[in-house]
């Protein structure tokens, strides 16, 4: 009879680590009853189209930025006078600085585009209706954030470039009527500039980004997850999902017609209507291991871009723009999203002044951030505009074709016609006059080149243009749009 051979040493570990936490999962589970969560959440379907990951992106770009973010803080200075030069010591002295600043940028960089991206496509396929109003007004709240948050961080290195947009900020908020000199003491705290880079380095580090990480899961995770996924139109998904629709439609009128004398039976219909316009059919691969594999391979994908972009691309070079001073020339990098717009609308716009009472208000300086404001406010309202002006109050799981809804379309493309316009401002700058400097001083440094250079009558005639363009590009692009999905929908029998 053979002698039974005791197992080594290596595999009693593993099969006591592996008891162990059968042990442990169970003992978890008879308190906290995870199981019964988790199992249905692990077989929830998502959609599988490559456009959905566009939220992911974002989402992972963020994650990458909070990382870097927190490196640079450790080494960053906010005292208005040694910010330049904790900034340059970052890129140049401190082991991997350079690396992480770019990471830290680029992240950023990536972010707002893939919001930009992601926001584009539920507004055109109309993902952003009942019942998914909230999901799309924390959108738009997280996406004025990032703007504002892109602002403040490209501030806090104290160069040229950064002090010449704050000193355009604050030309903004002392043109406000009454509170103007109160504003800018507040946030300046004083002559320019003041002590706004510390009050900037809180607001970037802590107050911003705080309220990131409460809206950025609240959007991407916890409604997403509660609410079912949308659909993307097939021939047999669009015919079942359209009767459901047309169904619910009906359903929905019914109750309503007969409110106010059948009360209790109304909220039974209006829930029946509420479930019944679900598509019967639901698509997509369960979140493990379908989703969670797709949710892997794009943040190694996100980060690994975001690296060879830091390794390859140098960009926002703040040791060559040098140390803030007055008067000096602004530097020609001016990224659209959080200054370009704004930049090229005040260069569009004419420099207005209107005297009363012995003050001058100047409404020019008034109107590029009014037009920013009244387009957020619409934004974030849109989903209930456009269900007033329709009259379409039911539930939408099946997303749109553009074609389908042609006018939804030409309206986003007239948008970014305009600001796309608007951005075209900083494209185009004139030639600087020749400086000369007094006898026994030595010659000023010549101005940077812009991307488009121009003598002063040709800058003169391209801002004309582009006042023109501004109001006829968008309606141009709107008719166009228009007319082309029209013609699509009528070529598909829509």
Same mark, same amino acid.
């Given at each position: 009879?053979?002698?039974?051979?005791k197992?080594?040493?290596?595999?009693?570990?593993?099969a006591?680590?592996?008891?162990?936490?059968?042990?442990?999962?169970?003992?978890?589970?008879?308190?906290?009853?995870?199981?019964?969560?988790?199992?249905?959440?692990?077989?929830?379907?998502?959609?599988?189209?490559?456009?959905?990951?566009?939220g992911?992106?974002?989402?992972?770009?963020?994650?990458?930025?909070?990382?870097t973010?927190?490196?640079?803080?450790?080494?960053?200075?906010?005292?208005?006078?040694?910010?330049?030069?904790?900034?340059?010591?970052?890129?140049?002295?401190?082991?991997?600085?350079?690396?992480?600043?770019?990471?830290?940028?680029?992240?950023?960089?990536?972010f707002?585009? *893939?919001?930009?991206?992601?926001l584009?496509?539920?507004?055109?396929?109309?993902?952003?209706?009942?019942?998914?109003?909230?999901?799309?007004?924390?959108?738009?709240?997280?996406?004025?954030?990032?703007?504002?948050?892109?602002?403040?961080?490209?501030?806090?290195?104290?160069?040229?470039?950064a002090m *010449?947009?704050?000193?355009?900020?604050?030309?903004?908020?002392?043109?406000?009527?009454?509170?103007g000199?109160?504003?800018?003491?507040?946030?300046?705290?004083?002559?320019?500039?003041?002590?706004?880079?510390?009050?900037?380095?809180v607001?970037?580090?802590?107050?911003?980004?705080?309220?990131?990480?409460?809206?950025?899961?609240?959007?991407a995770?916890?409604?997403?997850?509660?609410?079912k996924?949308?659909?993307?139109?097939?021939?047999?998904?669009?015919?079942?999902?359209?009767?459901?629709e047309e169904?619910?439609?009906?359903?929905?009128?019914?109750?309503?017609?007969?409110?106010?004398?059948?009360?209790?039976?109304?909220?039974?219909?209006?829930?029946?209507e509420?479930?019944?316009?679900?598509?019967?059919?639901?698509?997509?691969?369960?979140?493990?291991?379908?989703?969670?594999?797709?949710?892997?391979?794009t943040?190694?994908?996100?980060?690994g871009?975001i690296?060879?972009l830091?390794?390859?691309?140098?960009?926002?070079?703040?040791?060559?723009?040098?140390?803030?001073?007055?008067?000096?020339?602004v530097?020609?990098?001016?990224?659209?999203?959080?200054?370009?717009?704004?930049?090229?609308?005040?260069?569009?716009?004419?420099?207005?002044?209107?005297?009363?009472?012995?003050?001058?208000?100047?409404?020019?300086?008034?109107?590029?951030?009014?037009?920013l404001?009244v387009?957020?406010?619409?934004?974030?309202?849109?989903?209930?505009?456009?269900?007033?002006l329709?009259?379409?109050?039911?539930?939408?799981?099946?997303?749109?074709?553009?074609?389908?809804?042609?006018?939804?379309?030409?309206?986003?493309?007239a948008?970014?016609?305009?600001?796309?316009?608007?951005?075209?401002?900083?494209?185009?700058?004139?030639?600087?006059?020749?400086?000369?400097?007094?006898?026994?001083?030595?010659?000023?440094?010549?101005?940077?080149?812009?991307?488009?250079?121009?003598?002063?009558?040709?800058?003169?005639?391209?801002?004309?243009?582009?006042?023109?363009?501004?109001?006829v590009?968008?309606?141009?692009?709107f008719?166009?749009?228009?007319?082309?999905?029209?013609?699509?929908?009528?070529?598909?029998?829509?």
């Amino acid at each position: 009879m053979a002698t039974p051979t005791k197992p080594k040493r290596g595999a009693r570990i593993v099969a006591g680590s592996a008891k162990t936490a059968v042990d442990s999962a169970i003992y978890l589970d008879d308190r906290l009853p995870f199981a019964r969560w988790l199992r249905p959440q692990l077989r929830k379907l998502f959609p599988s189209h490559w456009s959905f990951l566009l939220g992911e992106l974002a989402l992972y770009s963020f994650a990458l930025l909070v990382l870097t973010g927190t490196f640079l803080t450790l080494f960053y200075k906010p005292n208005p006078d040694v910010a330049f030069a904790s900034a340059a010591e970052i890129s140049l002295d401190v082991r991997g600085g350079l690396l992480l600043r770019q990471l830290h940028h680029w992240s950023a960089t990536v972010f707002v585009l *893939a919001i930009v991206a992601h926001l584009c496509r539920v507004f055109f396929t109309g993902a952003f209706r009942r019942p998914r109003e909230l999901t799309w007004m924390l959108g738009v709240v997280l996406f004025g954030l990032v703007l504002f948050e892109s602002f403040l961080g490209v501030s806090l290195p104290g160069d040229q470039l950064a002090m *010449a947009g704050l000193r355009q900020a604050q030309g903004l908020l002392l043109s406000i009527p009454l509170v103007g000199t109160y504003l800018s003491a507040f946030a300046f705290d004083g002559e320019f500039p003041g002590q706004v880079l510390p009050r900037i380095f809180v607001t970037h580090v802590l107050l911003v980004p705080g309220i990131l990480m409460a809206v950025v899961p609240l959007h991407a995770l916890i409604l997403t997850w509660r609410q079912k996924h949308t659909e993307r139109r097939s021939s047999r998904r669009e015919s079942e999902g359209r009767a459901n629709e047309e169904r619910s439609g009906r359903d929905h009128e019914h109750e309503r017609s007969g409110r106010d004398h059948e009360h209790e039976r109304s909220g039974r219909d209006h829930e029946h209507e509420r479930r019944s316009s679900r598509p019967d059919r639901v698509t997509g691969g369960p979140f493990f291991p379908y989703f969670a594999v797709k949710n892997g391979a794009t943040a190694l994908f996100t980060v690994g871009a975001i690296a060879a972009l830091a390794t390859f691309v140098r960009v926002n070079p703040v040791w060559e723009h040098g140390a803030y001073s007055p008067g000096g020339y602004v530097p020609s990098a001016q990224p659209f999203w959080y200054f370009g717009v704004l930049d090229g609308a005040q260069r569009l716009v004419p420099p207005w002044e209107i005297t009363v009472g012995g003050y001058v208000l100047q409404p020019g300086l008034w109107i590029p951030p009014l037009i920013l404001t009244v387009f957020f406010g619409i934004l974030l309202l849109y989903p209930f505009l456009e269900r007033r002006l329709t009259g379409d109050g039911d539930d939408h799981h099946l997303l749109d074709r553009p074609s389908q809804a042609p006018v939804r379309t030409a309206l986003g493309v007239a948008v970014l016609a305009f600001f796309t316009v608007l951005w075209a401002g900083t494209w185009v700058s004139e030639a600087a006059p020749p400086m000369h400097s007094a006898p026994g001083f030595p010659q000023p440094p010549a101005a940077p080149h812009a991307l488009l250079t121009v003598p002063h009558d040709t800058y003169v005639m391209i801002v004309l243009g582009l006042r023109v363009a501004v109001f006829v590009v968008p309606v141009a692009a709107f008719l166009i749009a228009r007319a082309v999905c029209r013609g699509r929908a009528g070529q598909r029998g829509l």
